[in-house]
T-cell receptor
Framework: GAVVSQHPSWVICKSGTSVKIECRSLDFQATTMFWYRQFPKQSLMLMATSNEGSKATYEQGVEKDKFLINHASLTLSTLTVTSAHPEDSSFYIC???????????FGEGSRLTVL | KNEVEQSPQNLTAQEGEFITINCSYSVGISALHWLQQHPGGGIVSLFMLSSGKKKHGRLIATINIQEKHSSLHITASHPRDSAVYICAARGWGSQGNLIFGKGTKLSVKP
């Protein structure tokens, strides 16, 4: 079945550095990729929606200059956390919908820790 | 604004027990998702429902649109079912703009 592969699964970085998270759709084309964030003991929250070949749409309160999203191909979407700070430490996860059924396929998630 | 409430928040069961997790939402939706999140964080989509009932193996999901309520049932529970189960309601806009419940942490003891 459809799979979304996400990596890295965890990353530790120093404050001020940038971190890139990749999500690849395997066996299907993902024209849309959703990016979520989950803080400890909280619900998942949608951060942004990336669309292949066009600019991402960001949810209210999410800084587009800080969370750069690129969806350059039908199988790859990336999220770059620029100039990361400790408050950006979180669990980031992507998902892509099946164009026909609307079912969502999730990546494995990336746990970011900023020191 | 749609609110999604799940109950119970935590659930401990003995292996073999029948388990029910409930989800209520406050406004009309286009679909409701049941998701399973493992301790490492990875999420698996179990069901997407817009009406009626779906069954997959030992898992059954039902939805009552009029009452704005959905349930997830696990028959003959097993320790490997231990995870956080999340319901998420989708409105009429973007497929990914889901309102997530806080999750139900299920622990099945052998």
């Amino acid at each position: 079945g459809a799979v979304v592969s996400q990596h890295p699964s965890w990353v530790i970085c120093k404050s001020g550095t940038s971190v890139k998270i990749e999500c690849r759709s395997l066996d299907f084309q993902a024209t849309t990729m959703f990016w979520y964030r989950q803080f400890p003991k909280q619900s998942l929250m949608l951060m942004a929606t990336s669309n292949e070949g066009s600019k991402a749409t960001y949810e209210q309160g999410v800084e587009k200059d800080k969370f750069l999203i690129n969806h350059a191909s039908l199988t790859l979407s990336t999220l770059t956390v620029t100039s990361a700070h400790p408050e950006d430490s979180s669990f980031y996860i992507c998902s892509a919908p099946d164009r026909n059924t609307g079912e969502l396929f999730f990546g494995e998630g990336s746990r970011l820790t900023v020191l | 604004k749609n609110e999604v409430e799940q109950s119970p928040q935590n659930l401990t069961a003995q292996e073999g027990e029948f388990i029910t997790i409930n989800c209520s939402y406050s406004v009309g939706i286009s679909a409701l998702h049941w998701l399973q999140q493992h301790p490492g964080g990875g999420i698996v989509s179990l069901f997407m429902l817009s009406s009626g009932k779906k069954k997959h193996g030992r898992l059954i999901a039902t939805i009552n649109i009029q009452e704005k309520h959905s349930s997830l049932h696990i028959t003959a529970s097993h320790p490997r079912d231990s995870a956080v189960y999340i319901c998420a309601a989708r409105g009429w806009g973007s497929q990914g703009n889901l309102i997530f419940g806080k999750g139900t942490k299920l622990s099945v003891k052998p």
